[in-house]
């Protein structure tokens, strides 16, 4: 568990530096991870000049009333979805006004699957006004709850510098 403590600082640092070199602001819209991904990234000295903030959206409430992700995502396709995970990053991105947002909803464990969902099941979502990109990604990963959260939280941080790397092709 160490080694990927230590790769999650290594990736924020990257893109910290990635996000404050391009002059892009980012932030992230959390369900499972509950602020970790924001932690991560704020343990970076100068994680200010380019992280503005996050909204954890933990309850279909807050995704709802917060992110404005529509009831009918949420009834049609339920917040564990990749419907749901892109109107989250959307949503995000307009409410605190970032030019990168990443969303990550999912079932971490140990119960709470739901049919064709299991445990471990995580759609991020990203937005990024510079190319347009709005959609989600299906993950999978094994472990326990730690571990599943851990991995979504590298895998978003990964996913942000990736955007902006690709952004400036």
């Not at 996050?54 to 709802?64: A, Q």
């Not at 464990?109 to 739901?114: E, F, N, R, V």
């Amino acid at each position: 568990m160490a080694d990927i403590i230590a790769d999650i600082y290594e990736s924020a640092t990257e893109l910290v530096e990635a996000a404050s070199a391009e002059g892009i602001t980012f932030g992230f819209a959390e369900s499972l991870t509950g602020g970790m991904i924001s932690k991560s990234v704020v343990d970076v000295p100068g994680a200010s000049r380019a992280f503005k903030g996050s909204v954890v959206s933990y309850t279909n409430e807050v995704k709802e009333n917060v992110l404005g992700v529509p009831s009918e995502i949420i009834d049609t396709h339920t917040e564990v979805s990749i419907e749901c995970a892109s109107a989250m990053a959307a949503g995000v991105a307009r409410v605190i006004g970032v030019d990168l947002a990443i969303s990550v909803t999912g079932i971490a464990g140990p119960s709470g699957d739901m049919p064709g969902k299991p445990v471990g099941t995580v759609f991020m979502g990203y937005f990024f006004s510079k190319t347009g990109a709005n959609g989600a990604l299906e993950l999978h990963f094994s472990g326990d709850r730690d571990s599943i959260r851990t991995c979504t939280t590298l895998a978003a941080i990964d996913l942000a510098k990736k955007l902006i790397k690709d952004g400036k092709a």
